[in-house]
């Protein structure tokens, strides 16, 4: 059969525009694709909400790629294994309570299932501003591609709506950084402010990353890194256990709060 280069254009406009579109209104946007955001993406998917996920590099799996110093080796704990297995990776156990599985197969497994789940995601793009209601509370997201934010370009972005946003942007906290420079010290913290990240410590950071997942102000929930940053607990390194818990705890306390919502009848 013949080929033509103009459907190939007009497919892949139609479809990312329909994609684009569709999601202009969503249950829940999460900012970031790393191990955390991916996690909470599927779950909720899972339950069968709709979710978009705006990453601003090429590839989604945030730092996970690179397991430690560039080994593409994933280090888990006990704990995580109902979660690692839901993703049907290859796991070894190294010793008591530490799993090893290939960085490369999880960031796969992850993307594809989560993918698979619904997630519609949005990659090359980066979330800039927030939008909020009267009030102050964020009801969705303001983004612009990429290379837009690279080139320094003066273009202006487009906004979506979300009943919830995740903050899923590990380390930086961006979602959280730019709550302070627009609203003030007004996040859920005791000072209001990123309290700042602690130097290493797998131990301590790992068992309070799951605790420290959740309402960081109004609408806004921090997932991953990012949550550990935010109420100053310590990092954890090369261990991604508590990245996935992290983002099956946030994604179960949405569907708690979604199934909440009244249904209206129309
Ligand atoms: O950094 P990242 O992997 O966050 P995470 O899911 O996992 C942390 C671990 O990788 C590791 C660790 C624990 O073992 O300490 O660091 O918490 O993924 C965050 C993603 O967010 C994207 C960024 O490119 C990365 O892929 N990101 C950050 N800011 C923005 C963003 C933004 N403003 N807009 C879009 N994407």
Redesign the pocket.
């Known amino acids: 059969m013949a080929l033509d280069d103009l459907m190939v254009s007009r497919a892949i406009i139609d479809e990312y525009s329909n994609s684009l579109k569709d999601s202009l209104d969503v249950d829940v946007a999460i900012?970031?694709?790393?191990?955390?955001?991916?996690?909470a993406g599927y779950y909720l998917c899972k339950a069968g909400y709709k979710v978009s996920m705006?990453?601003?590099?090429l590839?989604?799996?945030?730092?996970?790629w690179g397991g430690g110093i560039m080994f593409n080796k994933i280090v888990f704990q006990e704990e995580s294994l109902p979660v690692m297995k839901e993703f049907g990776v290859d796991i070894k156990k190294y010793t008591d309570n530490y799993y090893v599985t290939d960085s490369v197969q999880m960031v796969g497994a992850l993307v594809y299932h989560t993918a698979k789940a619904g997630l519609k995601v949005f990659n090359l793009?980066?979330?800039?501003d927030v939008k909020v209601t009267a009030d102050n509370s964020i009801c969705g997201l303001v983004?612009n591609w990429?290379s837009v934010e690279m080139g320094g370009l003066h273009v202006d972005p487009i906004t979506i709506g979300a009943k919830y946003v995740i903050d899923?942007?590990?380390?930086?906290c961006?979602?959280a950084n730019?709550i302070l420079k627009r609203i003030g010290k007004v996040l859920y913290t005791q000072s209001g402010d990123i309290m700042g990240e602690g130097s290493m410590n797998a131990e301590v950071?790992e068992s309070l990353v799951e605790q420290n997942s959740r309402e960081i102000y109004k609408n806004l929930f921090v997932?991953?890194?990012?949550?550990n940053a935010i109420y100053g607990s310590k990092?954890?390194?090369?261990?991604?256990g508590?990245?996935i818990l992290?983002?099956r705890k946030i994604a179960n306390d949405l569907i708690v709060k979604l199934k909440q919502e009244p249904v209206l009848v129309k």
């Open positions: 900012v970031g694709g790393g191990p955390a955001g991916l996690t705006y990453e601003r590099k590839s989604l799996g945030g730092g996970m793009m980066s979330v800039e983004i990429t899923a942007t590990g380390h930086a961006e979602v730019i950071a997932t991953g890194m990012a949550a990092r954890m390194g090369p261990i991604f508590g990245m992290s983002g």
